[in-house]
């Protein structure tokens, strides 16, 4: 599939070891019962590194680390990642756990300690069973092909049911560029970074800061808009190395293709972003809020995140039951401007409101819409020329399932 | 009970008839399929008023009525409440209905139309069925008995499990003082005035800006410090008449007893609030998060309606898991200032973290304690002087079920 504005194609079988010079790897050591739990992105030469962390102000020892590593000079080779245990509140023990990680695998692949970035997540104030990772780093087997890529993904998840990864490619100054990336996020996922993970790689040649400046803006819009519970985690990053072996100039804004690397990157984040959503602990749907006529930008962003993370909106559209009221109550409690008497809504292609009044609609055909498994409602606000979207999930018995025996 | 300090004591069998001067009255027209729809309040002399209402932008047509009612001179005989249907969301018609409720009832009454206080909740967005309520207006059967107080606590709730109604009594100026409540609210719940609404009789003497002071002040430590989804509703509104046939001294903040008067509204208002936080849609359990040592009290209630809001502290609650590092994680995005080593979180009697660290403590009892109907949350940012506390309910597969099928 080509977007007509930019020569973007998906590449379906696409991974992160697909843009030239990564290689991955996932096994199981025992940190959790059955599934992968340790797992590895490698670059092959020193790729420029950009991060973001979750806003939280409890932050697991793994993210104090992947920031001092990446200070060093702004370039990484490798990551290393465990799931089942988040090494989170774990004190001094868990910092030097996290380093420990951090230079094991750093010496097994023979590159200086900075070069290796940490990652975890799982269980919060539990010790890290250092004695089954440790081991098993040097069992990590790296390749570059698609089941090394779905051993990495199965290996950073934890109450998820899908794997998540995409991949895109152009052509940039006649040579192509790829981009994929590979997330984890189920649950305590919110707006500014839940508990997630993304690990996107890209053969771009691109300095760090300019990395750093791209994967800004476009967390921003894809990342930052997307909800399941309203709780943020302690571990989130995203996290993006780059190779430069695609050989293109160095991307900066003044690069006549800049625009294009930014959207690839944007539509890999999106593409992650909506499975996460879609994959909230329990989800039986995507919903995607999109709000028009906001103040401004952020306003609407902020109306559309408000409506998607409406535990009412959420069991609504769980039950199919087209209520508008639960809607129009959510826009009103977003602290964005408002008119209360010119708000529009739809649920897919039924108009329910037309400045703020009902309209009359056919409840068992809009009932029939919310039985499909992505969702779309659509806003306008009538109030200025702002544009934003979110995205989440239901909310349902097997929600409150997961959560309430996460332990057990 | 007399609490030692104030001299305050709990009337086991009061309502909001207590207060001397009022009747009440509930019955059942037709907006609902079976239970009482239709309430009234009266007081038979002119009542000082006091009100708050949802901070929605969006709001139903009887806030505007009756907003307008007290603005006239501040007195109130009568509310007239339905439940069944919100009157929110429906135009100048549910504007007109609203004032036609009003004013029906102030004729049936013989009151000027503007002693008349008009509430409603239910389903948003669907016309009032007036032919059931205009009707049945005289058949409305005023009481002063404990019987009409419960027709009267029956008639205003929704998808309530309990009826919500408390009574305290003290003696200011050697005369008996009482000051009782009811309530409705279960889903909806959010800080700052979710889906609730709350009447409060008292035969204290006090004019309606003082009551207004008071009830400000209460209502941010009770009513607005409870949530059960974070959802906020158009309909919310905290209504209180006072007939000053107790005979005291006009009760202004000079009175050696305004914080006898205060305290004794601070405990009708958190009984309430309480009540209402346990009867949370599909609740199990009561929550209460206590949080010390915070910069101010603002932020100790900031912090604690966050983690008492949290859904994944919610669905630990309800599956008995002491999962402190939800608890931790929902602390650390509050917003509150917060020092990530110093703090110490409880659950019950057993201590979970203490300056951010894990405590070992009995997983099974600190489970047991998880399993009783009310429990606290204590935590202790060890910041600062401030204190405040927030309350809340467990999240269950009946949440679910109960707003995923709320229409059908």
Known sequence: MLTAKSGIKTLEKGSVVTPDGFQAAGMHTGVKRKRNDLG?????????????????????????????????????????????????????????????????????????????????TGIIGLDMLMDRILPNIKHLDLQMDQEAAAAFNQSILTTDAIKKSTCYQTVIDDVPVTIAGSAKGSGMIEPNMGTMLAFITTDAAIEPDMLQLALKDVTDQTFNCITVDGDTSTNDMVLTMASGKAGNASLTPAHKDWDVFVEMLQETCEDLAKMIARDGEGATKLIEVQVAGAADDEQAVQVAKTVVGSSLVKTAVYGADPNWGRIIAAIGRSGADVDAGTIDASVGPFQLLEHSQPLPFSETAASDYLMQDAITITVDLNVGDGFGKAWGCDLTYDYVRINASYRT
């Open 40 to 120: 590895m992105i490698y670059c092959d030469v020193p790729a420029s590194a950009a991060a973001l962390y979750t806003q939280n102000v409890i932050q697991a020892a793994p993210l104090k680390v992947t920031k001092k590593s990446i200070a060093e000079e702004g370039k990484l080779q490798a990551v290393i990642v465990n799931s089942g245990n988040a090494n989170a509140c774990t004190g001094k023990k868990g910092e030097e756990d996290a380093y420990t990680m951090r230079n094991a695998a750093a010496e097994e692949l023979s590159l200086p300690e900075h070069r290796v970035a940490v990652s975890s």
